[in-house]
């Protein structure tokens, strides 16, 4: 099912059911499974994304008798200046830096007398080489939680009205397709995680006197926006990449979903265009997206990610003939290298850039006159830095970006010719650039 078929029918079915009215201290507990069960729908079983795999998922807890879900009377408390925490997002460029969060650190660490504090985002339960110094990771506030709940605890006891719509959206969600982890299942085990991850939350960001908190992907920590709103601390997220109507992290169907405070969006073309969020929007986009002014190569850069890697098969043999310019490939992580795919991009003389490469896809991207993908993050970044940009409308996902090819940013794969294709009106308020004093003293008011 493509992205807008799977985005429409979730939203019906959202709405029938009432499934956002299940709540537990005032949030929607299926707002924690909402892009999973949306992704599930959207991508290719053979090709699952990591926010799509969720059939394998377990959780082993030992067994103890106590359930610890109240905060203790007893904590102790910070006693010196209150403190500015950054959520990390786990990935980081060849200076350790988060490109997302660095800009914001720094300048609290210029201009804040108090604490600052960073929490680690482990992928794949590795924690990569950072400048930050972190000894605080985010699988603490959720493996704190083995400590007190044995594996056949249920602390989320539903009502029969509950259950009732539950079912109503399982039964429906099967007939779509859906084929993740039975959806009741899944959302207790979210609902259960989210209710001692909320709880650690509170605990720590009590202890260290938290006032503000900048962080990305808000959708994948709803136990911190939960902790912080309940303590009145300011929240600010940062867009980690494209987003639009069509993502269901960051556009509802209705307001009864949790988000922080302030939203930075990277131009007001891309905040338009969400649909219930509830956070103040501000427009700034980060330095790495603005135009690094490489001199333009005459080459062809092809981005794939793993979700699309078999849809770019067809398009090796047209491009390769109808061009003269060299031709990259950027492959994607955990591609064997002895795939039958790779085997016929050597034949055509196409030159292989895997993800360990040290060049990074934004140089290639900052070099290349043409850059053609499906993958929404490299879409946008060509833009930022003024390659012809092309989207293959034949991958799934894709139709996401016809709002842009309307609007002149992009271009539609019509031709294999790249010189049917020529720079498009780049407009200025695509990337919307500010100090990032401006924005902190416009949160600060």
Avoid at 112 to 128: M, N, T, V, Y
């Amino acid at each position: 099912m493509n992205r807008i078929d799977a985005v429409r029918e979730i939203h019906k079915l959202e709405q029938e059911t009432g499934i956002h009215s299940i709540k537990r201290h005032g949030i929607s507990l299926y707002q924690l499974v909402s892009v999973a069960v949306t992704m599930n729908l959207i991508t290719d079983p053979g090709f699952r994304t990591n926010e799509g795999r969720i059939g394998s998922l377990k959780r082993m807890y030992k067994k103890r008798n106590d359930i610890f879900l109240e905060i203790p009377e007893n904590i102790q408390y910070n006693t010196e200046d209150k403190s500015v925490l950054f959520m990390l997002r786990g990935k980081y460029n060849e200076m350790g830096q988060d490109v997302l969060i660095h800009e914001y650190y720094e300048y609290y660490k210029e201009n804040f007398r108090g604490q600052i504090l960073c929490i680690d985002r482990k992928l794949e339960a590795i924690a990569e080489p950072n400048c930050y110094g972190t000894k605080t990771f985010t699988n603490h506030f959720k493996d704190f939680s083995k400590n007190f709940i044995r594996e056949n605890d249920d602390i989320v006891n539903f009502t029969k009205e509950e259950i009732e719509k539950i079912r109503k959206f399982e039964n429906q969600l099967l007939k779509l397709g859906y084929s993740g982890m039975l959806f009741s299942r899944l959302l207790s085990m979210k609902a259960r995680d989210f209710l001692v991850e909320r709880l650690n939350y509170l605990i720590y960001l009590k202890i260290n006197k938290v006032k503000k908190i900048y962080l990305s992907l808000g959708y994948v920590h709803v136990g911190l926006l939960a902790a912080a709103k309940e303590l009145n601390i300011t929240t600010v997220e940062i867009q980690y990449a494209n987003i639009s109507k069509l993502h269901p992290g960051f556009s509802f169907v209705t307001r009864e979903v949790l988000t922080a405070d302030y939203l930075i969006v990277w131009g007001a073309y891309f905040g338009e265009q969400l649909e219930c969020n509830n956070s103040q929007l501000l427009y700034r986009s980060p330095v790495f997206l603005r135009n690094q002014d490489y001199k333009k190569k005459e080459q062809i850069l092809v981005i794939v990610q793993k979700l699309e890697f078999r849809h770019f098969e067809k398009l090796i043999k047209p491009l390769a003939e109808n061009n003269e310019f060299p031709i990259i490939f950027r492959m994607p992580l955990g591609i064997n290298p002895n795939n039958t795919f790779i085997t016929q991009l050597k034949k055509y003389n196409v030159k292989i850039s895997e993800a360990k490469d040290p060049k990074s896809t934004m140089e290639y991207i900052s070099e290349s006159k043409w850059v053609l993908s499906g993958y929404s993050t490299a879409l946008i970044e060509s833009m930022g830095q003024k390659s012809v940009t092309i989207s293959y409308q034949d991958i799934p996902n894709s139709e996401e970006f016809y709002p842009y090819i309307s609007a002149g940013y992009m271009h539609e794969l019509t031709s294999f010719d790249m010189r049917n294709y020529e720079y498009t009106s780049q407009k200025s308020e695509l990337f919307h650039d500010l100090e990032v004093e401006a924005i902190i003293n416009e949160i600060e008011k």
